[in-house]
């Protein structure tokens, strides 16, 4: 296990600029019998070989570890999730360029490596199709588990360019094949003009929810995260974040930028109240396309801050829990 912080052990933090890059500054180990004792375990997916539009998500999960990542206090929850919570970086799978198959195996193989450690897997994308790995690993554990799934798309489309496993496609798959239970599946954010009716005809079928991104306008957002966790109730539960549900304008890195989204901080309260109330077993983070590597690129700042609000709520539920 590397220490980022080792040298500024002093100070108790380090500049953002410097050291190994690791998610905000957390330890980083490759090795899974390190993980140990771990709570959260960062993994980078970095890949964006089956998107349908602008590639360059592959180069996401170093941009959000190179974004800047302040430590302390969450000042609205009042707590430090890094703090209360032993969260490490485990790096990258090991993806292969241009096979998309075997880049899904290696994340799924990577993400089951921290599941079967007792930590809760948080994976930074690449494109969406890797939801398929990511929860398919999490069922395979925890059995069919419940979703939220913030996004401009519905992603369960049967096909794209008559494409069947695409960044378009993963929740459909995922619904088909039992991981995920279309009865506490909740999209958040959906707008714009795809997919078709046919496909939300599909949806309802199954059961699953559809909160649109006029159903979030209308409701407030405390109303609809608040349908969203009584949908998804007990029981394991699955948090995928395409940054596309944010407007454009505060995300404009991404594959298929939709504009009429969600403002950063109704996603960032949203994130936190449900990784407070929800069993979360997993989380990703998928879509960024970082345009100015380092801290002045917003996309990659604002997913940073998905994920320390994430971790935040785990904390804030693991602290209610015990007390
Ligand atoms: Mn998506």
């Known amino acids: 296990m590397i220490d ?19 998610f905000a500054g957390r330890p980083y ?10 709570d959260v375990a960062i993994v980078g997916a ?3 070989d089956l998107v349908s539009d602008r590639p360059g998500t592959r180069f996401g999960p ?27 970086d485990f790096g990258d799978a090991p993806v292969i360029p241009a096979d998309p198959l075997a880049t899904h195996a290696a994340i799924g193989r990577t993400v089951g490596e921290v599941l079967d450690a007792g930590a809760i897997p948080v994976i930074l994308g690449g494109d969406h ?70 496909v939300f005809a599909w949806q309802r079928e199954q059961g699953i929810t559809s909160l649109f991104m006029h159903d979030v306008t209308e409701l407030g957002i405390d109303e609809a995260v608040g349908r969203a966790s009584g949908i998804v109730g007990t029981g394991p539960a699955f948090l995928s974040i395409d940054i596309d549900v944010l407007d454009p304008s505060v995300a404009p890195g991404t594959g298929t930028p939709e504009p009429g989204g969600m403002g950063s901080a109704e996603l960032l309260w949203a994130v936190r109240m449900l990784a407070s109330e929800l069993e979360i077993v997993g989380a990703e983070l998928v879509e960024v396309i970082p345009t100015a590597v380092g801290s002045a690129d917003i996309t990659a700042l ?18 209610a829990l015990e007390s």
């Open 4 to 22: 980022p912080l080792a040298r500024w052990a002093a100070e108790g933090e380090k500049p953002d600029y410097t050291g190994l890059l690791s």
């Open 29 to 38: 180990t490759e090795d899974p019998a390190e993980l140990a004792g771990v």
């Open 302 to 319: 604002i997913a940073d801050r998905i994920v320390r609000e994430l971790l935040t709520g785990i904390a804030l539920r693991r602290e």
């Open 62 to 88: 170093r941009a959000i570890r190179a974004a800047s990542c302040p430590p302390g206090r969450h000042l609205a929850a009042g707590l430090d999730a890094f703090a209360a919570l032993n969260v490490v």
């Open 129 to 198: 199709s890797i939801a398929e790995p990511d929860i398919l690993a999490v069922a395979a554990r925890h059995g069919p588990v419940g979703l939220v799934h913030f996004d401009a798309h519905a992603d369960t489309a049967g096909e794209v360019l008559g494409v069947t496993r695409s960044h378009g496609t993963p929740m459909r798959r995922l619904v088909e094949c039992g991981a995920v239970d279309p009865a506490r599946y909740v999209q958040i954010g959906l707008r714009g003009y795809w997919p078709d009716e046919a």
């Open 46 to 48: 970095a890949t964006d």
